[in-house]
């Protein structure tokens, strides 16, 4: 988990607040990603970039919006959110994107909004 | 899209024996992978399964897949508390610009017993 750190690792947060999620890899990836985990459900892709683009945003609601300054570092701003949002998310780093590649994931930041 | 089913949902066994862990998907695949996550903690690889490949070892794990059939199952030999996690398996996607995304199932969540 060294390789992939993110945070703060909880965060409570009422639903007129604004905060981010920070992700930090030192492993010399060009892909990151976040994902959403909530409970009983499989693991939802939310953001993807490669080489700093973003190359895909699943219907993700405009309340979550990423940002990737660089290779390393990967950020999710959050506004106005809903109780449903309360959830576990989770960054990951790849060598690139592409098939057949191992994706390294952080410890995770366990977010709950009030 | 695809999406790896894994079965049983819950398994509970005693410390040194087999576990068993399996997993459907719908669709042609390139690669499986497997995964592990405790509670709580972001997921870990395990390892990777190419669609040309029809077993594979990494210490105390065995992974099948049967293409045919669109499975895949996870042997964890002489198990230990330590194990107990939950674990995933993930297809990748194979068409247009999602290529390389890893579709995650729900889980098998692994107890241990000492």
């Known amino acids: 988990e060294t390789g992939v750190t993110q945070t703060p690792r909880h965060l409570v947060m009422g639903m007129t607040n604004k905060k981010s999620l920070k992700c930090e890899q030192h492993?010399?990836?060009?892909?990151m990603y976040w994902y959403k985990q909530s409970a009983k459900k499989p693991l939802e892709l939310m953001f993807v970039y490669n080489f700093k683009e973003q190359t895909e945003n699943n219907s993700v609601p405009s309340r979550f919006s990423p940002e990737c300054p660089n290779s390393s570092h990967l950020f999710l701003h959050l506004h106005t959110l809903q109780p449903e949002d309360s959830a576990l998310y989770l960054c990951a780093s790849s060598g690139k994107r592409g098939l057949g590649e191992t994706q390294y994931f952080g410890p995770g930041t366990r977010l709950l909004v009030l | 899209s695809q999406q790896g089913e894994e079965d049983p949902q819950a398994l509970s066994i005693q410390e040194g024996e087999n576990a068993t862990m399996n997993c459907s998907y719908k669709t042609s695949i390139n690669n499986l992978q497997w995964y592990r996550q405790n509670s709580g903690r972001g997921l870990v690889h395990l390892i990777l399964?190419?669609?040309?490949?029809r077993e594979k070892h990494s210490g105390r794990l065995r992974v099948t897949l049967d293409t045919s059939k669109k499975s895949s199952s996870l042997l964890i030999t002489a198990s230990r508390a330590a194990d107990t996690a939950s674990y995933f398996c993930a297809t990748d996607e194979d068409y247009g610009g999602s290529q390389g995304n890893l579709i995650f199932g729900k889980g098998t969540k692994l107890s241990v017993k000492p």
């Open positions: 492993l010399g990836h060009n892909a």
């Open positions: 399964i190419r669609s040309n490949e």
